[in-house]
């Protein structure tokens, strides 16, 4: 594990902060199907869980048949993740793909209802901006009223392509932009991480020399020929984001199912090609000035005292026991400390009376703060650990007039014939359509089991089982 690497950008102590678990990842997968387990990249046995995952992976298999697929059905990467995560009660919030380039945002559960305006888009890069094969796809949102914004990125590949790849990021950077008043565009955010296979290469030095530092694992010398370290030294852009010291031995180019680095004819000099950075936004100069511009800032620089943002990094590494890619994968741990700007969440709901699918059902619920609700807005039925925002068994529509703008207790039914004849423990989730995301959970609570589907039989591997029987007797 690499000595915490911490970045302070406010000067302010404070005492009403909390602290919050980041775990991200950052893969080159290079097609492969996924591996069985995730356990030691994710981390799933350690005894302290973070409050989030990112996850950025590259050249996802996207060949014309899969592709179509996986735009109906989650793909087998999303899956695996989903499957090592949700039993622990994280629920996907966004996901994006662009061809091969994928992002997937987790929470805890406890958190969702505090994430939102959740928005995701991407930008092509690859073959004169017509081709996603390289690019970016990135997920923004407010995380307890802090702007943040992840951004996945596959830049140029080979060596003497290193002010491309600074010019594809800054193509990206100037053009991806939001449907939000606080942050319309990546830098506008308080706290942005840029990642992926950013493709930066060690120039200069031998193969014989950068194979000498790897195996005495003296990477301090090659640091100074890292194209991405190099180039920060000139590039403005690139000297806002922070990164922590490349204490492992670089991720490309590995043989398959090996820690062997290139053995083909090619004979590729390794390199960090795969990262993680930050940025914290810059604090904003006060001025005497009264033009929107400086109105923004004096804004901004007013929030910025008033709810403080610390990052600091935990750990960064790769993990070597992953062979089925030429990249290894790569992972960093991170701890936020902010000072909440919202302590409620916007909707209260709860499940009233006893619930099974022999009676239509009854939720009530309230909103705690002033929001802008619209007609497309619904109420979800779950069971407890439910993987994402769709894996819903039933919903039913909130009417736009009754939730705006009063505070008194309102209700609305489900219907008997979408509740689960088994029963089970469940939640209920209020969703917003306008700011893309779940605004209110109720406490979890049991729905009983049919006692007319016990008494006739009707549970569906019973149906199931008559009706096999009914086909066979027609023959």
């Not at 989030?52 to 993740?81: A, H, K, N």
């Not at 945002?105 to 994430?115: A, M, T």
């Not at 950068?210 to 301090?220: K, P």
């Not at 993990?319 to 700007?341: G, N």
């Amino acid at each position: 594990m690499t000595k915490a690497f911490q970045v302070v950008r406010d000067n302010i102590t404070f005492s009403a902060s909390c602290c919050f678990g980041l775990h991200m990842v950052t893969w080159n997968v290079a097609t492969a199907d996924p591996p069985d387990d995730v356990a030691s990249l994710l981390h799933l046995n350690s005894p302290k869980t973070p409050d989030l995952y990112v996850i950025g992976l590259q050249e996802v298999y996207s060949g014309p048949v899969r592709f179509v697929s996986d735009m109906i059905f989650d793909d087998p990467w999303s899956q695996l993740f989903i499957s090592a995560l949700a039993p622990l009660n994280y629920v996907k919030l966004s996901s994006i793909r662009m061809q091969g380039l994928l992002l997937l945002f987790f929470s805890k559960l406890e958190h969702v209802p505090f994430i939102r305006d959740i928005q995701a888009t991407y930008t092509r890069t690859g073959i004169f901006g017509y081709w996603g094969n390289k690019g970016g796809v990135s997920v923004r949102l407010s995380f307890y009223g802090h702007m943040l914004c992840f951004l996945n990125c596959h830049l140029a590949a080979h060596m003497k392509y290193a002010n491309e790849r600074v010019d594809e990021f800054e193509h990206i950077m100037d053009t991806q932009t939001f449907d939000c008043k606080k942050a319309p565009r990546i830098f506008d955010h308080r706290l942005v991480f840029w990642f992926g296979d950013l493709n930066f290469r060690i120039q200069d030095h031998g193969m014989h020399f950068v194979r000498s530092c790897i195996n005495n694992q003296t990477y301090n010398l090659l640091w100074s020929h890292d194209q991405l370290i190099m180039l920060k030294k000139k590039e403005q852009l690139l000297q806002e984001f922070e990164e922590g010291p490349l204490d492992f031995q670089p991720t490309y180019k590995f043989d398959l199912n090996s820690d062997t680095y290139d053995s083909s004819g090619k004979k590729r000099k390794p390199a960090w090609t795969d990262r993680i950075l930050w940025r914290v936004r810059p604090k904003s100069q006060s001025s005497d000035e009264q033009d929107e511009n400086d109105v923004k800032e004096r804004n901004q620089l007013k929030e910025e005292e008033e709810y403080p943002l610390k990052v600091r990094q935990d750990l960064y590494t790769s993990k070597m026991e992953y062979s089925i890619s030429d990249h290894k994968p790569v992972i960093s741990i991170f701890t936020l400390e902010l000072t909440k700007m919202h302590q409620t969440p916007l909707v209260s709901l709860h499940a009233e009376g006893d619930w099974s699918a022999d009676i239509d059902s009854i939720v009530l619920y309230n909103p705690l703060q002033p929001f802008q609700s619209s007609t497309w807005d619904w109420i979800g039925l779950y069971k407890v650990g439910f993987s994402s925002v769709s894996d819903y068994i039933t919903y039913t529509w909130v009417k736009d007039d009754e939730v705006a703008f009063n505070d008194k207790v309102m209700q609305v039914f489900m219907s008997k014939e979408e509740i689960p004849v088994r029963g089970g423990e469940c939640v209920l989730c209020y969703y917003s359509s306008n700011l893309q995301c779940i605004v209110g959970i109720s406490e979890p609570f049991k729905v009983q089991e049919s006692k007319v589907a016990v008494a006739e039989g009707l549970f569906p591997e019973r149906i199931n089982e008559l009706d096999r029987i009914a086909r066979s007797e027609e023959f």
